[in-house]
């Protein structure tokens, strides 16, 4: 655990916090335990702003400015996320995956390498996400061999300016508005999303 600010198995409620100019590699960590969090902001963390391992969250409002790594880092996590946005990230904007249950809603990505990952048997339902200037807009396959493929049920999704909107590895599933889009990238890669 190396995070600038850590809550280890202790439930978390925090609202209208800032996070600045941290030096660790995660600006939040919260581990095996549950998150409330309102109008929270990260600025300029040199990796993940905030990540959330096995934890049960409910977040409605949080934005993120100039991250090194991930906006918003998700493994094995429930609940909901409203009213994101990542505003420059240099891996992904938003990464969820072993096995996580999660809503998002209300997102805004720009400028990330991946606007959002899905990975690793994890099950999502996405409205309302906007990605832009992106490598990849949504992104969804298998990391670790240990788990299966994603699945992501989307309305309302809008990518511009990415070179591939949509990647899928085969045998992970994505449908936006009912319907598997038409500029679906789908690929039999290896474990790892290739570029």
Same mark, same amino acid.
């Given at each position: 655990m190396a995070g600038a600010v850590t @809550?280890?198995? @202790?439930? !978390?409620r925090l609202s209208y916090v800032r996070f600045e100019d941290t030096r660790s590699e995660d600006a939040l960590h919260v581990v095996d335990t549950s998150l409330e969090g309102v109008e929270l902001r990260f600025l300029d963390p =040199? %990796?993940?702003?905030?990540?959330?391992d096995f934890v049960a969250l409910s977040i409605g409002g949080m934005s !993120? &400015? &100039?991250v090194g790594g991930d906006g918003l880092d998700l493994s094995g996590a429930t609940g909901r996320v409203a009213q994101l946005m990542v505003d420059g990230a240099g891996d992904k904007g938003v990464s969820v995956g072993e096995s996580s249950h999660v809503t998002l809603r209300d997102v805004v990505v720009r400028g990330a390498d991946i606007g959002v990952a899905s990975k690793d048997s994890l099950v999502a339902t996405v409205s309302t996400l906007r990605i832009a200037e992106s490598n990849v807009g949504v992104a969804l396959y298998i990391k670790k061999p240990?788990?299966?493929p994603a699945k992501l049920i989307g309305t309302d999704i809008d990518v511009e300016d990415a070179r591939r909107p949509f990647y899928v590895q085969v045998a992970s599933e994505l449908s936006v508005d009912g319907t !598997? =889009? %038409?500029d679906l990238d789908y690929e039999v890669a290896s474990y790892e999303l290739t570029p």
């Open positions: @809550f280890y198995r @202790f439930p !978390v =040199p %990796s993940d702003a905030l990540d959330a !993120v &400015n &100039n240990e788990y299966g !598997v =889009p %038409s």
